[in-house]
């Protein structure tokens, strides 16, 4: 999964997601006798699409306090869990319209901080005696400079919050005061002259089944008004804990951890809860999947779930990065039994000075090369990671990288080095040279120049880099790569290139947005992306742009005898981008809901030919008339809209031959 962006709130920027959040109290001078003492926690994902993302870390904590018999009693708990792209007074229309809380609590990362600062000064107009408290591992061990920047902010919770919660609450409930909270391990406070103080710091909880399932105990909402289960996808931690400390990562705090597990009972039944509301993507939150004995269990019990519900068909994950026999068998078993995933190769980089830095030298993933081979011989999706930026990096290693791995896998996700707090690379700044800037919407560190990376260096992968991730990360093309490479002689990056300088040339109208979005995306933020990648997906005028680009920039450039192929080939990638809209004929297929395009006939049999040109055979560029029926699993837009390119592929068109069945009987709806 994604290591340098916020793909998920699930990963390095979520960390584990029970010790994302915590929670707050309010001073005892406010308490009215008899009445509930009301806590708020927030949340806001960062994509802006028609779901919501999963509010895993406010359900644990909700959950630790309905398994309290005290706070069961004297607290209400309620979750406010917001979209990206809500504006602050939005938020604090919903958070503030009504009754105000005594405690707010957020979930604190480095895209909605900003926003969470605003919405603390709005409530202590609203509720001075209140308190605000910051969790999560943007603010976590970061105390002195959270409360230079938000002085409204009361408490900051360090490392898990879990138990952490309960007993500030109960404080809260005993009236003692915010500013003497040495009591509780794990936070850092103000004291009577506002001096910041850390307390001890608590130590990781190793049984991890006394947390109550948010699922389990109902603490969070699984379906909405109508009954439908309302999150892009299901998160589930099976554990939590990495034995790595790579110098990029604060993974949920928990680098250089043993890892501990979840128990195979809870997670089987929080399986069954996902599979009964036809959940059909769950993602795991741990940083290796695939390392323990217990995930080859959960996948034998995702497995008889499947068997026995029909869902769910997908299984995300951040796979480990060293990989055993245990990752292959569980490779294998998912394959049989037609469990979708997407097997990432988390690389980061393939500079051998890079990497001595990242302090990633000892990792088996670097021998990724017969791994490649393995997953490509059994048909399964691969696709790998790199970050731009790394102190070692330079632009010729990244580019010749970023070209000898698209010759191996389905795509690649590019992502800009950030400086996380607590992170080795943050922490050692002066050693490596790195200069950064803060983002404009957000607030995290922007790597500008390091001893191996000058500004015009930056600038000019930055380029590079924003088209990458639209067109081959997100997958807006993805068969074209091969056969441009096999018969014009372009690699992908030169296919790329040759894009952005169409784009920033043409006269084109249909190019306008794409230039305008390209020209904010310097620094990695998510919602340039994704305008150009929702654009391409789901405008007539972005497909338009792209035929366009194809005609004028790509076909004079191969030769005569190869453009008729070419040209099918660049046809049937446009077919099978997904389908936005569900203007289509819908039939039913195993529980899911899918338009179809039928009768689509092309000049050559592409399918065919690509799958030799995978196999390294040669292939017959004769014309040969070939139906196609296209089948388009439906809700594509929440998954174009995430910029999410590991749930975006669950979506594009699956071709048939032009009259044979999908999956099983089928029936127009």
């Given at each position: 999964m994604r290591v340098q962006r916020g793909h998920l709130p699930i990963h390095v920027f979520g960390g584990n997601y029970g010790q994302a959040l915590l929670h707050c109290l309010a001073d005892g001078s406010a308490e009215v006798s008899g009445a509930q003492l009301r806590v708020c926690l927030v949340q806001q994902g960062v994509w802006d699409m028609p779901l919501e993302s999963m509010p895993l870390a406010s359900g644990y904590l909700k959950a630790m306090v309905l398994d309290d018999p005290r706070l069961e009693r004297?607290?209400?708990?309620?979750?406010?869990?917001?979209?990206?792209?809500?504006?602050?007074?939005?938020?604090?229309?919903?958070?503030?319209?009504?009754?105000?809380?005594?405690?707010?609590a957020f979930s604190v990362l480095?895209?909605?901080?900003?926003?969470?600062?605003?919405?603390?000064?709005?409530?202590?107009?609203?509720?001075?005696?209140?308190?605000?408290?910051?969790?999560?591992?943007?603010?976590?061990?970061?105390?002195?400079?959270?409360?230079?920047?938000?002085?409204?902010?009361?408490?900051?919770?360090?490392?898990?919050?879990?138990?952490?919660?309960?007993?500030?609450?109960?404080?809260?409930?005993?009236?003692?005061?915010?500013?003497?909270?040495?009591?509780?391990?794990?936070?850092?406070?103000?004291?009577?002259?506002?001096?910041?103080?850390?307390?001890?710091?608590?130590?990781?909880?190793?049984?991890?089944?006394?947390?109550?399932?948010?699922?389990?105990?109902?603490?969070?909402d699984l379906v909405d008004e109508e009954g439908r289960f309302r999150y892009d996808v299901a998160l589930i931690e099976t554990n939590r804990g990495c034995p790595y400390k790579c110098a990029f990562c604060y993974w949920g705090g928990a680098v250089g951890q043993r890892v501990r597990a979840f128990s195979r009972e809870r997670l089987?039944?929080?399986?069954?809860?996902?599979?009964?509301?036809?959940?059909?993507?769950?993602?795991?939150?741990?940083?290796?999947?695939?390392?323990?004995p217990i995930d080859r269990e959960l996948v034998e019990d995702l497995v008889e779930i499947k068997e026995q519900f029909g869902f769910p068909r997908?299984?995300?994950?951040?796979?480990?990065?060293?990989?055993?026999?245990?990752?292959?068998?569980?490779?294998?078993?998912?394959?049989?039994?037609?469990?979708?995933?997407?097997?990432?190769?988390?690389?980061?980089?393939?500079?051998?000075?890079?990497?001595?830095?990242?302090?990633?030298?000892?990792?088996?993933?670097n021998d990724w090369r017969d791994l490649v081979t393995w997953l490509n011989k059994e048909g399964l999706d691969c696709y790998a990671e790199l970050i731009w930026g790394a102190p070692g990096e330079t632009v010729e290693s990244f580019m010749s990288g970023y070209d000898e791995?698209?010759?191996?896998?389905?795509?690649?996700a590019v992502y800009p080095i950030m400086l996380l707090p607590n992170t080795d690379y943050a922490e050692n700044k002066e050693l490596h040279g790195i200069v950064t800037v803060r983002g404009d919407d957000d607030d995290f560190e922007y790597v500008l120049a390091h001893r191996t990376m000058s500004f015009e260096d930056n600038n000019h992968v930055q380029r590079f880099m924003y088209w990458a991730r639209v067109m081959a990360e997100n997958a807006v093309l993805r068969h074209c790569w091969l056969p441009l490479r096999r018969l014009a002689g372009w690699t992908q990056s030169q296919v790329l290139i040759s894009l952005a300088d169409w784009v920033d040339s043409t006269e084109s109208p249909d190019a306008v947005p794409l230039r305008e979005a390209a020209a904010k995306a310097h620094g990695g933020g998510?919602?340039?992306?994704?305008?150009?990648?929702?654009?391409?997906?789901?405008?007539?005028?972005?497909?338009?742009?792209?035929?366009?680009?194809?005609?004028?920039?790509?076909?004079?450039?191969?030769?005569?005898?190869?453009?008729?192929?070419?040209?099918?080939?660049?046809?049937?990638?446009?077919?099978?981008?997904?389908v936005c809209d569900e203007v289509l004929p819908q039939v039913q297929v195993d529980g899911c809901t899918y338009s179809v395009l039928?009768?689509?006939?092309?000049?050559?049999?592409?399918?065919?030919?690509?799958?030799?040109?995978?196999?390294?055979?040669?292939?017959?560029?004769?014309?040969?008339?070939?139906?196609?029926d296209f089948y388009y699993r439906t809700g594509a837009l929440n998954a174009v809209r995430s910029t999410n390119h590991e749930e975006i592929v669950h979506f594009m068109g699956e071709p048939r031959p032009a009259g044979t069945l999908f999956g099983g009987p089928l029936g127009l709806s």
């Open positions: 004297e607290v209400s708990v309620e979750i406010c869990n917001f979209r990206g792209g809500k504006t602050h007074g939005e938020m604090a229309q919903q958070l503030f319209g009504g009754e105000t809380p005594d405690v707010l480095g895209w909605n901080v900003r926003a969470f600062g605003a919405l603390a000064e709005t409530f202590k107009q609203l509720n001075p005696d209140g308190w605000v408290v910051f969790g999560g591992t943007h603010v976590s061990s970061q105390a002195e400079r959270t409360f230079a920047l938000y002085p409204q902010v009361d408490v900051v919770v360090n490392g898990e919050g879990e138990l952490t919660f309960p007993e500030l609450v109960t404080a809260r409930l005993d009236r003692v005061a915010r500013t003497d909270l040495g009591g509780i391990l794990g936070i850092s406070w103000r004291d009577a002259a506002g001096r910041p103080v850390t307390n001890e710091e608590r130590p990781r909880i190793e049984n991890l089944d006394i947390i109550p399932s948010p699922f389990l105990t109902g603490a969070i089987k039944a929080e399986l069954e809860i996902f599979a009964k509301h036809d959940v059909h993507t769950v993602v795991a939150c741990d940083a290796n999947f695939g390392m323990l997908a299984f995300e994950a951040s796979w480990a990065k060293n990989k055993s026999k245990m990752f292959y068998d569980i490779v294998r078993r998912m394959k049989e039994t037609g469990l979708r995933s997407s097997f990432t190769l988390a690389l980061q980089t393939l500079s051998d000075d890079a990497l001595t830095a990242m302090k990633r030298r000892n990792m088996k993933v791995l698209a010759e191996h896998v389905s795509r690649i998510a919602p340039a992306y994704a305008i150009a990648i929702g654009y391409l997906f789901s405008d007539p005028a972005g497909r338009r742009a792209l035929e366009r680009w194809w005609s004028e920039a790509v076909v004079p450039q191969v030769a005569p005898e190869h453009r008729a192929f070419l040209d099918s080939v660049f046809r049937y990638d446009l077919l099978t981008q997904p039928a009768g689509v006939v092309l000049d050559h049999n592409v399918p065919a030919s690509l799958a030799l040109m995978r196999a390294g055979e040669e292939i017959d560029l004769s014309p040969q008339s070939t139906a196609l």
